[in-house]
């Protein structure tokens, strides 16, 4: 098979007509040849960082939007199943991954619990990563979120890390602010990226310092404007990431959007294609062809370079999809998960309180940082309640694994003024996630998803809307197109709810996050991430 056009030979930084002759999902050849076609022939885009899970979506689903785009792999972290299955849900990535042409290439979660701070459904231990790094279909290990770990030579970490070494494989980073003598050390280590940079400057240490840094955007967390303006320098050791990309934005674009805006922002195309089709198949070893004789036919065409629209995507000399349209069929397979609680009573989100202060978590939109402030508590019958006219409302964490007493704290920016939100996906350990204007609507939501066994919702007096999940309570067993037009309609619900958020349920996913700091809540407590410890909800 021949497949004409300009083509982009991003190594060799060259463009010419020619054609790519295709021979056992292999390039023969490329030969440079007059011709009236008008299309230009790259390497495919590749995701340096995702959660396969957070879009919603099982692999071979996420598969089918994606290589629309232009994507035609992936360096995947299957932490947030792991974190609810364990060893058992990698597998189930794995093998669901291998049904469909995209390159998935997935790591061993280093961080099963992320944290002894939160309940999770499984633990991933130092002999588990050494028998994943054994395993062929592992490729790196996955992001060390526990950077206080490295810092402190804890074993375990240090084990992991071992392992991964022994092994020839990458050690991904997760070290968000990590600036001086801290990120030197997690770097001598032997972590080599980081995808959590979100100033300019702190990027540009760990570039200086040897780190390959991933320019992310995603869902919730957005770092390109701050990020973009080292590519033109340091184009040799950058990628672009989403780590978190909701399903409705997934249909949208991927990568190629990526690509499109630093272009427009004038930097060299060889240079952005570098960091968006190059870098990541390097630094990870990845099967994945780069548009060279003797490559794996890996590549796509599109109308220009500037907007990047994908016109064919090509995998092993496959054509997967065309003009928007996915050649890629759905696959059966198995509904694992992991969902042990009762349903509540209201009674058992109350807080008694006296006091006139409370700690709040201040939450930023785009972001996944949060801060924390001091709020005028309001009390009613001796219950810490939401306050909607300051913003100042409810939230609480429940444990999904197991009967346990839900955990309380407050939250500002959410701006809902009816009802509550709630959802099962909640970065690490998957427990259950609410915030509402009162107790009975908290209560409501969150028996809302025990109930489904997993999902995010919405509720208020008039209506309750959710997007069931029942793949470890935090993927679909629905193709994108359904899946994503559910979400959106939710999504506009709690915006019509009142919520000022661009992404309020990412956004609400990541308020259980304890590696990132500084305010936020496990099922076990409120929990400072900048001290790494419990603090108390009242300030006395």
Do not use: W
């Amino acid at each position: 098979m021949n497949v004409k056009g300009n083509i982009v030979d991003i190594l060799n930084k060259r463009i010419f007509k020619g054609e790519v002759i295709i021979e056992n999902g292999n390039i023969s050849a490329i030969r440079e040849v007059n011709h009236a076609v008008e299309n230009y022939i790259l390497p495919g885009f590749v995701d340096a960082h995702i959660h396969i899970e957070s879009s919603m979506l099982v692999p071979s689903e996420f598969a089918k939007i994606a290589i629309v785009h232009g994507t035609v792999a992936t360096v995947s972290d299957p932490h947030e199943i792991a974190n609810v299955l364990g060893v058992k849900g990698v597998d189930f990535m794995i093998e669901n991954g291998k049904e469909v042409p995209l390159k998935f290439n997935f790591g061993a979660p280093s961080c099963v619990p992320a944290t002894s701070f939160e309940s999770a459904g499984a633990i991933i231990d130092a002999d588990d990563i050494k028998l994943m790094m054994e395993n062929p279909d592992i490729k790196y290990l996955a992001e060390m979120m526990n950077y206080p770990g490295v810092l402190f030579d804890d074993t375990e970490v240090l084990k992991k890390i071992q392992h991964a070494k022994n092994n020839n494989k990458p050690i991904d980073g997760h070290a968000p602010g990590l600036r001086g003598d801290d990120v030197s050390k997690y770097i001598a280590a032997g972590i080599s990226t980081d995808h959590e940079c979100f100033t300019y400057e702190e990027a540009l240490e760990k570039l200086q310092k040897g780190m390959k840094v991933l320019i992310r955007e995603g869902s919730a967390a957005k770092n390109f404007e701050a990020l973009i303006d080292l590519l033109p320098v340091h184009f040799e050791n950058m990628m672009f990431c989403s780590d978190d990309k909701h399903p409705d934005d997934l249909l949208l674009g991927h990568i190629n959007q990526l690509c499109e805006r630093a272009v427009a922002k004038g930097i060299d195309v060889f240079k952005v294609l570098q960091a968006a089709c190059v870098n990541p198949v390097k630094h990870y070893n990845l099967e994945v062809g780069l548009l060279q004789k003797g490559d794996a036919a890996d590549f796509i065409l599109v109308d220009n370079l500037k907007e990047f629209n994908v016109l064919e995507t090509y995998i092993n000399g496959e054509l997967v999809a065309k003009n928007g349209e996915s050649f890629v069929q759905s696959v059966p397979f198995d509904v694992l998960n992991n969902f042990d609680t009762d349903t509540k009573k209201v009674e058992d989100f109350r807080f008694a309180s006296s006091s006139e202060k409370i700690r709040v978590i201040e939450a930023l939109d785009g972001e996944l940082v949060t801060n924390e402030i001091a709020a005028d508590s309001l009390i009613i019958d001796g219950n810490l309640v939401s306050n909607a006219a300051t913003d100042i409302l409810k939230m609480t964490v429940v444990n999904r694994y197991e009967n346990d007493v839900p955990a309380i704290a407050f939250i500002k920016n959410f701006g809902i003024k009816e009802g509550a939100i709630a959802s099962s996906v909640g970065h690490d350990s998957h427990n259950i996630i609410a915030i509402g204007v009162s107790d009975e609507a908290i209560c409501k939501a969150v028996n809302l998803i025990i109930e489904n066994r997993g999902g995010v919702c919405a509720v208020n007096a008039s209506e309750e809307k959710i997007v069931s999940l029942p793949v470890a309570g935090i993927m679909s067993d629905k193709s994108a197109e359904e899946i994503g037009k559910a979400y959106a309609a939710l999504d506009a619900m709690a915006k019509q709810m009142g919520s000022t958020l661009r992404a309020p349920y990412m956004s609400l996913s990541f308020m259980a996050l304890l590696v990132i700091p500084s305010l936020k809540l496990s099922d076990k407590g409120l929990f400072d991430g900048t001290k790494f410890k419990f603090t108390s909800l009242e300030i006395e």
